[in-house]
Every structure is written in C-alpha cells, then in structure tokens.
C-alpha cells in the first residue's frame, strides 16, 4: 500500500496547489481553493464521473491511513501556529475575554433557539429540543483555527494585535463551543455528562500548566529539537481525544501556554522553515475533509430556505459577539470590522462539529447539508472580504507591513 499511499499524497498536494492558485487569482485565499479540492476529487465530481479514476487516485484502502496522516499533519501545525501567536492582549484582559466568550455563547444560543424553531422539521425524531439547541449553540459559535491560521499567515497578519485577538478569541470561542457540543452530546445519551466535563476539565489544565510548572522546567522537558514539543502535543491530542474533548484545541492551548519557541535567529529561522513544511502538508487535511461530502444534496430546492437561514443566523450571530468583544476589550472600529470577518471562518472545525453530530443522531442528513453550506459559504466570503479590507484598512497594512520586515531582512 505504500505506492498507494504516496500516490494519494501526492495528488492531493499537487491538486491542492494548483487550486490554491487558482484561487488566489481570484482574490481569494488559497486555502479556499484547497478546500474545493476535496469534492472535485470525491463524491461530488469525480467519485461521479468516473468512480475508477478516483479510487485509482485515491485507494479506499488508503483512506484510512490519509485519515491519520491529515489529523497529524494538523495538530502539528496549530500547536506550533499557536506557539508563534501572540495571546497577551487577551489573557491580559482575561475578565473581558471571559465576559466577551460568554456573550458570544449567549448569542450563539438564541440563534439555535430560533434555529430550532425555523427548522423543526428537519430535526430527527427523539432528539430533544434541548439537545439540538445545546448541539447547535457550538456549531454556530465555533471557528476554523487551522482556516484562520492559513488566512493570517497568507496576509502575514500572524504576529500582529489584529491577528491575535482573532486567534485568541477563535479558541476561547471553539473551547467553550466544544464543551456545549459535549454537553449536548451528553444529554442526547450518546456520551457520558462525566465524560464531557472531564474532557473540559482536562483542556483547563493545560492553560494552568504555567502557572504550576516552572519555565525552566518546562523548557528542559521539550528540550531543544522539535520531537519534544511535537510529542507533547501528540499525547495531549490523544488524552483531549481520549476525554471526547478537541484534538484541535487540545493542540493550540498547549501551544500557546506551554509551548514558547526559543526567541533567537536561528531558531526563528529553522521556525519559519518548518512552518512553511507544515503549512504545504497541511493541505491534506484540507483536502480530506471534503472527499466524502456529496455536495449534489445541496441542489434539492427544499434545503435553500434553510441554507439562507442558517448562514444568516451564523453570520448575525458572529458579527453581533465581535461588537461586543469589541466593547470590552475596547477595540476602535477597525479591529472591530477585522475581528467580525475573521471570526465568520469557519470551515474545518465546523466539519468536525457536523460529524460529532451526524454521528450522535442530532443532525439529519439535511440538516448537514444546510450547516456544510453555511460552512462553506461563510468561509468563502469572509475569506474574500478579509483580503479587501486588508488590502484598505491602514491598521492592517500597517501590522502586515511590520511583520514582513524582518522576513525581507533577513532574505
């Protein structure tokens, strides 16, 4: 299966770089590109058009093993993107963020509630009103970390205050988005409520990490290569998972609290070198999340009501919590315009909350469908629109400008 197995490596990287162009032609980032490269290869296209041509390409029996590949390749990549993301704005207003994370919650769950009811016909029989508002309250409030950390590092936003409090505010959104999913995971009777909190529980832990154990201690256990750090976050990623908590989350809180890479030249270089390693295989985990997807159920003319609705409620309910992380953490309108667009990513993450709940039974086919649009769409557009308004808000060009610097420097 090795020949296999790099085959459909192999054409997932080179697909996923040429569309990456292809979109960035069109003023989009590449990523959106990247994400259109699982269908045209899966189900939708070419698992239609010639099902031989594409277990060809890609083998079942590969699968799999890609599967592994891609969950690695990202948890790699958003512990050390975390670890490179400046989190100090945020955690030095931690009340504020708390107070900014439990308005967005609020509001993520007053558009499940009417969700629910603009929707009911969709939802499966015997699962609770309860359980689908919970389910739906993370689904609406989660962010794409890894999309988002692609968006940054293409407009070189990465190192920059607009940057991160985006970043830091997607986690604090898709923590607390996590743990509702688990909950109402829990009260449907597919997971134990012991479970959900323990798995919570153990992701708060590791942002006390640094407060329990000292920095030298810390820097003598993850040592001076990259096996250390990349372990810790492997076995992190496994106990979260292990817990039913977030691999991805798992990944980034560990990153940005535990894991600070040493701040000399060299070690940035070789940073910036593994980074751009990452941010290529990366694509596999893009591209593998839509291979399955049959985006033909999105043509039935009964679910574009739905779809409307729902990416309506997604977009209202993200853009009215960035006016209120604005109010608290006393951002000027710009931040604020940035931080509502970027917050609107939500493509990878949201796939894995839709498959939690298609899995449990709280999402009919249908109702997957809609939110796999609303992901999609949300994704495009605020991917586009970020881009514009980088290439127009002075604040943005300015911090873009401050972070490529030094990189044309030391070229």
Not at 161 to 170: H, K, R, T
Not at 292 to 310: I, K
Request: with cysteine; proline share 4%; glycine share 10%.
């Amino acid at each position: 299966m090795a020949t296999e197995f790099l085959l459909a490596v192999g054409v997932i990287l080179v697909a996923a770089a040429v569309c990456g162009r292809i979109a960035m032609r069109l003023s989009l980032p590449a990523v959106v590109g990247e994400m259109a490269v699982g269908p045209l290869l899966g189900a939708t296209l070419l698992g239609r058009v010639s099902p031989p041509t594409a277990h060809a390409l890609i083998h079942p029996e590969v699968e799999p093993a890609l599967e592994l590949c891609a969950l690695l390749v990202v948890l790699l990549y958003v512990g050390e993107f975390a670890a490179e993301t400046d989190v100090r704005y945020v955690v030095r207003r931690s009340r504020a963020t708390a107070l900014a994370a439990a308005g967005g919650a609020a509001l993520a769950g007053a558009g499940a509630g009417l969700a629910y009811l603009l929707l009911s016909e969709y939802v499966p029989a015997g699962v609770s009103g309860v359980s689908f508002v919970l389910f739906t309250t993370g689904a609406l409030l989660v962010t794409a970390v890894p999309v988002l950390g692609r968006i940054l590092d293409e407009l070189h936003l990465r190192d920059t205050q607009p940057g991160g409090i985006a970043m830091s505010l997607a986690v604090v959104d898709d923590f607390v988005a996590f743990g509702i999913v688990a909950i109402g995971v829990a009260v449907s009777g597919k997971q134990s409520l012991a479970t959900a909190i323990g798995a919570s529980a153990f992701l708060v832990a590791l942002v006390l990490v640094p407060r329990v154990v000292p920095s030298r201690w810390r820097a003598w256990a993850l040592g001076h290569t990259m096996a250390g750090p990349l372990g810790v976050v492997a076995l992190a990623a496994a106990a979260a998972n292990g817990l039913g908590g977030s691999t991805i989350i798992a990944a980034f809180v560990l990153g940005a609290f535990v894991w600070k890479p040493r701040g000399d030249d060299e070690a940035r270089d070789r940073t910036d070198d593994r980074r751009s390693v990452l941010r290529a295989l990366v694509s596999i985990y893009v591209v593998w999340t839509g291979l399955s997807v049959d985006f033909a159920d999105l043509a039935q003319a009964r679910l574009a009501t739905g779809v409307v609705v729902v990416v309506a409620l997604a977009v209202a309910t993200k853009v009215l919590a960035s006016a209120f992380a604005a109010r608290t953490l006393r951002l000027d309108g710009e931040e604020f315009r940035a931080l509502a667009i970027l917050r609107n990513t939500r493509g990878l993450t949201e796939l894995i909350v839709l498959n939690i709940g298609r899995d449990a039974g709280i999402f009919s086919p249908e109702l997957y469908a809609i939110f796999f649009a609303m992901a999609i769409l949300t994704t495009g557009v605020s991917g586009l629109t970020i881009k514009l308004y980088a290439s127009r808000s002075p604040l943005l060009r300015r911090a873009a400008r401050r972070q490529a610097r030094p990189a044309a420097v030391q070229a």
